[in-house]
């Protein structure tokens, strides 16, 4: 397998996977929604809530914000040596006391750890009006998107089939295939139908279809090509270079466990 970048941001990367399984693409696409740990509010205390929100729903509001993750910094609850009852070396505390007129922002929150901030500063989360007042804590922890959508570090992550476009020699050049291409894949230069861009391509068979001489195939390949944007959490190269070594510890896990089995066999 080989892995190539063609797009590589901080916040939105592309790239293709080369000689690999279905499966395995799955596995990747899966590891970095679901597996991937990122830091997000587990639970809230409200002391004093005067807004137009009902507790729960303010509790779920301020959930769902982005905050910045450093994952070398804390453990996961389970794994802390606190036994998950909740420490500096696995949580923060985020305060917010406010009181209106206001419009309060996720950047109003103050945070036990400055590197451990809302991701964003300018996310409405109540409309306080004269009187209002809001005082809570809200403690994050690292958790998994399997858990919780709110701990997922990818708002999208998505893979497509690379085809393999052949256009044969026999070809009359009627064009007909680079007009029904919704895409602009193909193109006609130099008297010839050529693949312009092969990323671009869905595999909706429209130029197959209209063929009528038969002279063009679109096939099914082993390559990938991915498409994964951060909600800013993380830098997306890390959040693959995670999910790629989550793969690797449960790959091996696997083979411990079959050769324990084999042994006792």
């Known amino acids: 397998m080989k892995l190539e970048f063609v797009e590589d941001g901080e916040l939105r990367a592309s790239f293709i996977l080369r000689n690999a399984s279905a499966a395995f693409a799955n596995s990747v696409r899966r590891a970095m929604k679901s597996l991937v740990p990122t830091m997000a509010v587990d639970y809230v205390d409200i002391y004093l809530n005067t807004s137009c929100l009902y507790d729960e729903v303010l509790a779920h509001r301020i959930g769902l914000i982005p905050l910045i993750t450093k994952l070398d910094k804390f453990n996961m609850p389970e794994e802390c040596s606190c036994g998950g009852e909740g420490c500096p070396n696995c949580q923060v505390s985020l305060r917010l ?72 020699s026999e070809c009359s050049g009627c064009e007909e295939c680079v007009k029904a291409c919704p895409r602009s894949v193909l193109e006609f230069k130099d008297g010839e139908v050529k693949v312009k861009d092969v990323l671009a391509c869905s595999m909706c068979m429209e130029c197959v279809n209209v063929c009528s001489e038969g002279t ?45 089995l084999g042994e006792e066999s």
């Not at 989360?125 to 701990?151: D, F, P, S």
């Open 97 to 168: 006391n406010v009181e209106g007129p206001k419009l309060v922002y996720s950047g109003d929150f103050v945070s036990d750890d400055p590197e451990t901030v809302p991701v964003y500063g300018n996310i409405p989360v109540v409309k306080l009006y004269k009187g209002q007042q809001l005082m809570i804590e809200a403690v994050a922890r690292l958790g998994t998107g399997k858990e919780h959508a709110k701990y997922q570090p990818v708002s999208v992550c998505a893979y497509k089939i690379i085809p393999n476009i052949q256009v044969s």
């Open 216 to 260: 063009i195939k679109v096939e099914e390949t082993n390559d990938y090509l991915f498409t994964v944007e951060s909600i800013g959490s993380m830098p997306v190269k890390n959040i693959i270079q995670k999910a790629l070594e989550i793969l690797i510890d449960k790959a091996k896990g696997m083979n411990e466990t079959l050769a324990v």
